[in-house]
């Protein structure tokens, strides 16, 4: 009974903690709306700059294949829902995670930091989520993706294979989410690496070819090192039925061991960090 009783109360707390976070990260994405709403024009000029960059990708496209029938045993199809799913984990940085580590240099480097430590709430989650990105295009990009993935969806595809899909690419966002965690806290004592962002980002475009196109080596720092590779690869092999229990049981494993060797780091780092005013 005693067991029970406490199983009870600490699945309450969990799900109460959960509430109480969602709660605030709403909060944030309502302030940012209203701060992107403001500058109206740039909101617009950035949602078509993200309409062009989805035509580029489709012309590159038209490229690589004006020159070939198949890359690495892959299809133009094939290829195309790789593009799809590159686009979609850009939305998803853009959204969540772009402007919070854009500005984690300047966080620490102007004091805020300090600020955000004194908060009841935990610091990571404040760093990682504090401010959303609405103005980065992805009005226009995520649904302009959304429907490219049910154009290039091939037809009879199972729903399971759908929901594994977005189930990978749910897993892999987080693993490369906890990978950039890491290297931006290096700015505790680096001070000034606000690059970080950008070099991220630029790699992401691993992820547009198969890894198959990759030689051995390389494939297995994508996955193990540096997951850029589990970004999307793995979840159009479970939308095309290909995908194997040890895909993801890797994705799984490297996602839990990214987020807890971040978290360490971060832990890490907070204890030798010495506030601006000192």
Known sequence: KLLGKNLFASTKHMVTNL?????????????????????????????????????????????????ATSVAGWSRAEVSLLYV???????????????????????????????????????????????????????????????????????????????????????????VYSFIFALHTLNIWFI???????????????????????PKAVQLFLIYIFPMGLLSNYAVLALLGRSTPAHLLTTIGVCIILFIASQKFWKFALCHYSSASS
Not at 107 to 125: K, Q, T, Y
Not at 192 to 214: A, C, E, H, M, V
């Open 19 to 67: 509430k109480r976070y969602l709660t605030v990260y709403v909060r944030f994405l309502k302030n940012s709306f209203a701060v992107d709403a403001e500058y109206r024009f740039s909101l617009l000029f950035k949602n078509i700059t993200g309409l062009v960059w989805i035509l580029g990708a489709l012309f590159t496209l038209d490229v690589i294949f004006s020159q």
């Open 85 to 175: 799913s590159f686009s979609l984990s850009m939305d998803f940085f853009d959204l969540f995670l772009r402007n919070n580590f854009m500005k984690f240099s300047s966080l620490i480097r102007a004091g805020g930091l300090d600020w955000l430590l004194l908060r009841p709430i935990n610091s990571r989650f404040l760093v990682s989520f504090m401010s959303g990105g609405l103005e980065t295009g992805m009005a226009i990009r995520l649904p302009v993706g959304l429907y490219m993935l049910y154009h290039f969806l091939p037809l009879g595809t199972p729903v399971a294979n759908i929901v594994l899909y977005f189930v990978y690419l749910a897993l892999g966002n987080f693993a």
């Open 192 to 214: 000034k690496l606000d690059n970080i962002t950008t070099l991220s980002q630029t790699t992401f475009g691993f992820t547009r070819l198969p890894l198959d196109s990759w």
